[in-house]
Nanobody, 119 residues
Framework: QVQMVESGGGLVQAGGSLRLSCTAS????????MDWYRQAPGKQRELVAA???????NYSDSVKGRFTISMDNAKNSVYLQMDSLKPEDTAVYYC?????????????WGQGTQVTVSS
């Protein structure tokens, strides 16, 4: 069993910053990608940023230039530095990981952490 523990959410004013952290632990084979999704009330969950152990990074257009994703492979941890936050960034943020078990990929989700940006 694998646990994904997130931290760092909270309430911040527009223009402020927050840093999210997520660590996977347990029966992990080889995580090769970690990413952050978010879901605002009444909206579908969307990909915010993704990073692979090979160093490939992708951002959604809505956060490009404001958010920075990073990964510590040895700790199976991923981070999301969020700067210049806007009210439209308000959502529950979920950590997500892809684990390569040789025969297939297995995916894990965190429990979510609330980010609220006030105007």
């Amino acid at each position: 069993q694998v646990q994904m523990v997130e931290s760092g959410g909270g309430l911040v004013q527009a223009g402020g910053s927050l840093r999210l952290s997520c660590t996977a632990s347990g029966n992990i084979f080889s995580i090769d990608m970690m990413d952050w999704y978010r879901q605002a009330p009444g909206k579908q969950r969307e990909l915010v940023a993704a990073i692979t152990t090979g160093g490939s990074i992708n951002y959604s257009d809505s956060v490009k230039g404001r958010f920075t994703i990073s990964m510590d492979n040895a700790k199976n941890s991923v981070y999301l530095q969020m700067d210049s936050l806007k009210p439209e960034d308000t959502a529950v943020y979920y950590c997500h990981a892809r684990d390569f078990t040789i025969v297939k990929y297995v995916y894990y989700w965190g429990q979510g952490t609330q980010v609220t940006v006030s105007s």
